[in-house]
């Protein structure tokens, strides 16, 4: 207990400067790091990354990293996958899902570029594995599956051990992360874009740094062709989301470089969501169209008596928005990204600080 106290080892996780898509040089390569259950989980992150729009001049450095319980070792292991040289009917689980991202990447080529692994350990120490490969591969962002999958019928099955890896992850990563939920009806976007397939992108903004860092990862997106976004700001006559000074003020600047950027872009649309009181927030979210593919939403909010109102109905691992979004009906189709930026670095005291952009980042 002693040790336990005086010792935390998540400190190693701990990266040196800010591992964010906000802080991301459009020029650079983008490292993400896609953590995979099942086979299941691989259509809803190839779609993600897909619309993540990987170009020449800004290609995506994919990491994917299968999670596998460990049985019958004595330590946990963590290796590059090697692909065997002659297929058969009768792949495993392991194959099938890095198969389908040597696909991914074959039809991206010079855009993508794959690195697959496989970490097998248990479940209470699983995510040290994801921790210490983002930590190793610079990753910007992680990509990891919703601890409930939906199955035929429309219920689902949940996980409590993922959802306590989910948790781990978001308390000690070394960069931003994103919580994936899929609903288990995706249509395939990643491969049939090329036929005029179009992908819809909802944006939820309602002020702080997690959502600075969603609206940042949909300006990305920006440019990928066959993406429509359409943006809803939330604003309030009283304090929508609670914070500082300076992070409203970082919450005007990326709103407005975001509408700048998206000006007599046909594929984007803004909506401004005057709302009063927690009612009117689950009223716009109960009432949205039922054809967006995604939704976006930042993680954490700050307090206010708005979110308190709205925290009475939901609260949990995802966020006051994101628990709610889980549990709605807002499209069998629609998948839902969770996203929360870095919150811990070396040198930190303030999780706002360094997050002024420079020009020829926008």
């Not at 855009?111 to 970490?119: A, D």
């Not at 983002?134 to 409930?148: D, G, Q, S, V």
């Not at 939330?234 to 300076?246: A, K, L």
């Not at 994101?322 to 969770?338: P, Q, R, Y």
């Amino acid at each position: 207990p002693i040790v336990k106290t005086l010792y935390d080892p998540s400190k190693r996780f701990l990266a040196y400067k800010r591992r964010t898509i906000m802080h991301h040089r459009k020029d650079e390569e983008l490292r993400i790091l896609a953590c995979i259950h099942r086979h299941d989980n691989v259509l809803a992150i190839m779609n993600l990354l897909a619309a993540s729009n990987p170009t020449k001049a800004s290609p995506i450095n994919l990491v994917v990293l299968q999670l596998i319980k460990l049985v019958g070792r004595s330590s946990s292991l963590l290796v590059a996958h090697v692909p065997r040289k002659m297929l058969s009917h009768h792949s495993t689980q392991t194959e099938k899902i890095f198969n389908s991202f040597n696909k991914f990447e074959d039809v991206y080529k010079g855009k993508v570029t794959l690195h697959s692994y496989k970490g097998i350990s248990p479940y209470a120490t699983m995510h040290n594995d994801v921790c210490y490969l983002a930590l190793e591969k610079r990753t910007t962002f992680i990509i990891i599956p919703f601890h409930k999958q939906w199955i035929l019928g429309g219920t689902t099955e949940s996980s409590f051990a993922f959802k306590q890896l989910n948790k781990n992850v978001l308390e000690k990563a070394p960069c931003s992360v994103g919580v994936l939920i899929d609903r288990g009806n995706q249509k395939m976007f990643w491969c049939g874009f090329k036929k005029g397939s179009i992908y819809q992108v909802a944006m939820l903004f309602f002020g702080g740094a997690d959502d600075r860092e969603a609206l940042s990862y949909a300006r990305r997106m920006l440019d990928q062709p066959y993406v429509h976004i359409t943006l809803f700001h939330f604003s309030s006559p009283t304090e929508i989301v609670g914070g500082t000074e300076r992070s409203k003020m970082l919450d005007t600047q990326i709103l407005s470089e975001f509408r700048l950027k998206a000006f007599r872009n046909e594929r984007v649309s803004y909506k401004e969501e005057m709302v009063m009181d927690g009612k009117d927030v689950l009223s716009v979210i109960e009432y949205m169209e039922s054809c967006y593919d995604l939704v976006m939403v930042g993680r954490k909010h700050a307090d206010s008596k708005l979110m308190s109102e709205i925290g009475k109905w939901k609260h949990g691992e995802l966020g006051i928005i994101g628990e709610i979004l889980a549990s709605l009906n807002i499209g069998a189709k629609t998948s839902i990204l969770v996203v929360q930026q870095q919150t811990r670095f070396w040198g930190s005291r303030d999780p706002e600080e360094s997050t002024h952009l420079r020009k020829e980042d926008i």
